[in-house]
C-alpha cells in the first residue's frame, strides 16, 4: 500500500511537472513566432512600439524575440548591434517576478498584444518570461559566441534526441529562411546559439506536444497527436536538465557548417 502511494505521488509530480515545462516551452514558442505557434493571421505592418531606430520593418517586430533577443538581454546582449538591433531593453529583469505584473505589460500601450492575441496565450507567454528564461551568459561566451558545456555528453543526446530527423551530422535538413543559401545545425549553432539553445528547449513556433508526453502515450510527435519527420521541432524542456541541453548545445557547435 505504502509502495503504491508512493508509486502515485510521484507519477503525478511527474505529470505536474511535464505539464509545467509545456506551458512554459509553449509560451518560449509564442516569444518567437506566436502567429505561427497560434495559427493566427500574420500581423501587417509595424508593431507599434517597435523602436524607430530599430533595423527591422513589418510583421517581425511583432515577434517578442526581435525587440528583446533570443537571449533575454536585448540591446544588452547580442542584439546590441547588427541587423537587429532595436534599442529596447531586455526582459531579464522580470525572470523569477509575477506573471500578472507581466500580463500588464504585455497588454499596455506599447506593448497591445491583447488586440491580436487572447488572454491564454498571453498568459503562457507571461509564464514562460517569469519561470522559463534561463541565463545564457552562465553558458555562452558574448565575444566569441563558444559554449561551456560537455561535447561528449552532448553528442549522446543529440543521437537520442535530434539525429532521428536531423541526421548524425545535422545536414538532414536545410534551415535557411531563404531558398538560395543553406544553413545546418551546426552552423546555426555557431552563429547563433541563443537562437538554438532557445529553440533546444522551447521547440520551433508550430509544435504542441512535449516528446515525453508523445513517447508516454506510444506516439511519434507532430501537433495533431503524432511525431513525425520534418514535423516542427519539439521541445526538450522535460526531455534533458538544464546542464544537458547546454551540452547538447556544445557538441551542435561541432558539427558541419558546410
Known sequence: MIIRTIVLLL??????????????????RIYDKWW???????????HVGYSPGGKKSGADTWRCKECH???????????SKGSHYSGITGIRKY????????????????????????????MLVAKFVVNGQVDMQKYIDDKNKQVNGNIRRGKKHFENNCARCHSDDGRAMNLAHD???????????????????????????????????????????NRYGGWEMNEA??????????????DLLAYTQTLPKK
Open 179 to 221: 531558398a538560395d543559401k543553406v544553413e545546418y545545425v551546426g552552423s546555426v549553432a555557431a552563429k547563433n546559439p541563443w537562437e538554438t539553445l532557445h529553440k533546444i528547449r522551447n521547440g520551433h513556433p508550430g509544435s504542441r506536444m512535449s516528446m515525453h508526453r508523445g513517447r508516454r502515450m506510444g506516439m511519434m510527435h
Open 95 to 122: 525572470a523569477g517576478g509575477d506573471v500578472k505584473e507581466v500580463m500588464k505589460i504585455l497588454k499596455n500601450k506599447h506593448h497591445q498584444f491583447d488586440t491580436v492575441m487572447f488572454d491564454g496565450a498571453l
Open 69 to 79: 533577443g533570443w537571449d533575454y538581454r536585448g540591446k544588452e546582449g547580442a542584439y
Open 11 to 28: 507519477t503525478t509530480l511527474s505529470f505536474q511537472y511535464t505539464f509545467a515545462n509545456d506551458e512554459l516551452a509553449e509560451g518560449g
Open 36 to 46: 505561427a505557434e497560434l495559427e493566427l493571421k500574420k500581423p501587417q505592418g509595424t
Open 233 to 246: 521541432m519539439p521541445a526538450m524542456l522535460s526531455e534533458l536538465s538544464e546542464q544537458e541541453q547546454i
